[in-house]
């Protein structure tokens, strides 16, 4: 359950905290590129949403997603391993989609490592296709999965806004 989750803007104050978890959960075996003075840029950025999630323990997740003119794309993602398979990652992630959706965003990317079945069937469970896979990503090393969500077609216009105009009768 995730009742006692809440979610909220990432700070700065939150990028220790952030880069230690990305370095145990994500990177690990890879090296360490999510230290914390990039993720405290990443944090500061205006294209960038990070999202935290707090339980009464302190940190029990976060995603960092960047946006662009069209699409968006799932940075990081990671959750405690004290608080994983109760919802907390699909709570986020969901907060991150309905962002995307307001933003207009045609697709949503993410890469995971090949091999990470679980990974893979969670992001499959929330409407993420396989695109490919990129050899070498994870520092020369490890192969990645690229996914995406398409949010509406790219040829689709997002609606603008016009001013009304008036009318002489």
């Given at each position: 359950?995730?009742?006692?989750?809440?979610?909220?803007?990432?700070?700065?104050?939150d990028a220790q905290g952030i880069a230690r978890m990305s370095r145990t959960l994500i990177e690990k075996g890879?090296?360490?590129t999510y230290d914390v003075p990039r993720v405290k840029r990443l944090v500061a950025r205006p294209?960038?949403?990070?999202?935290?999630?707090?339980?009464?323990?302190?940190l029990a997740g976060f995603a960092i997603m960047q946006f662009g003119?069209?699409?968006?794309?799932?940075?990081?993602?990671?959750?405690?391993?004290?608080?994983?398979?109760q919802g907390?990652?699909?709570?986020?992630?969901?907060?991150?989609?309905?962002?995307?959706r307001v933003a207009g965003a045609a697709e949503i990317r993410l890469e995971i490592r090949a091999g990470n079945a679980g990974a893979r069937?969670?992001?499959?469970?929330?409407?993420?296709?396989d695109a490919g896979l990129l050899p070498g990503y994870y520092g020369g090393r490890?192969?990645?999965?690229?996914?995406?969500?398409?949010?509406?077609?790219?040829d689709d216009q997002t609606p603008t806004w016009q001013a009304p105009t008036l009318r002489r009768h």
């Open positions: 359950m995730t009742d006692d989750i809440t979610l909220g803007l990432a700070r700065s104050t890879l090296g360490w294209d960038v949403t990070a999202l935290v999630a707090r339980d009464a323990q302190g003119d069209d699409d968006a794309h799932l940075v990081l993602l990671a959750v405690q391993p004290r608080r994983q398979r907390v990652a699909r709570r986020m992630l969901g907060w991150l989609l309905d962002s995307a069937a969670f992001y499959h469970a929330l409407g993420f296709g490890d192969t990645a999965l690229r996914m995406v969500r398409v949010m509406r077609r790219a």
